[in-house]
């Protein structure tokens, strides 16, 4: 059964940079995944940051970035900011009607 | 502005049964693919399904753990989704939330969010 991993928690300097990633137990994520990322705050829906691999969605600030960064999709904030605390997931697309989400990255900005 | 509102979310027992409803506006609803998506208290995003487009097919497709006992489908002279759940389990206790599934040149992405339904399965 092939299952996205993220990195659990993560935490950032306000001001600094931070990549996170998105990758498949078996097998390496590429943009045929169509890779989209996923912020989302407690309470909260989730909003929609990137899609097609580096697409920014409507209204997302450009310290927003995705890519393919070697065999994962990856996100990257710079110049985090304080409200960019907060919980973040990639989804790939599997095929055939299958999407996958990733367990989450909990971001911490400290 | 694309309007997303769920509802039915309720306390059901468990072996018990809820229809939760999507609701929608500001967009052909008849052209979207729609997904509904869950998340269990203090846990991630879980993909429950779609359903495509009349056009598309209307295929519907599941996540392999919930095949068989939720079942997704649409009225499109009514701009709205459903979700029928069976046999609920307490496992199932999660926020509902229905989203639109972009699908063309855009690639494969979730691009509008309903606020949720909280369904509590619980005896």
């Known amino acids: 059964q092939t299952v996205v991993t993220q990195e659990p928690s993560f935490s950032v300097s306000p001001g600094g940079t931070v990549t996170l990633t998105c990758g498949l137990t078996s097998g390496s994520v590429s943009t045929s995944y169509y890779p989209s990322w996923y912020q989302q705050t407690p309470g909260q829906p989730p909003r929609t940051l990137i899609y097609?691999?580096?697409r920014r969605s409507s209204g997302v600030p450009d310290r927003f970035s995705g890519s393919i960064l070697g065999n994962k999709a990856a996100l990257t904030i710079t110049g985090a900011q304080a409200d960019d605390e907060s919980d973040f997931y990639c989804?790939?697309?599997?095929?055939?009607?299958?999407?996958?989400f990733g367990g989450g990255t909990k971001l911490t900005v400290l | 502005e694309v309007l997303l509102v769920e509802s039915g979310g309720a306390l059901v027992k468990p072996g018990g049964s809820l229809t939760l409803s999507c609701a929608t506006s500001?967009?052909?609803?008849?052209?979207?693919?729609m997904n509904w998506v869950r998340q269990a208290p203090g846990k991630g995003l879980e993909w429950v399904g779609h359903?495509?487009?009349?056009?598309?097919?209307?295929?519907?497709d599941y996540a392999a753990p919930l095949k068989g006992r939720f079942i997704i489908s649409r009225d499109d002279s009514k701009n709205t989704l459903y979700l029928q759940m069976t046999s609920l389990k307490t496992e199932d206790t999660a926020v509902y939330y229905c989203?639109?599934?972009?699908?063309?040149?855009?690639?494969?992405?979730?691009?509008?969010w309903g606020q949720g339904a909280l369904v509590t399965v619980s005896s």
């Open positions: 097609k691999t580096n």
């Open positions: 359903i495509k487009t009349k056009r598309d097919g209307g295929t519907i």
């Open positions: 989203s639109v599934q972009s699908n063309g040149d855009d690639g494969f992405y979730f691009d509008f």
């Open positions: 989804v790939l697309y599997m095929g055939s009607g299958i999407s996958l």
């Open positions: 500001g967009f052909t609803f008849a052209n979207a693919w």
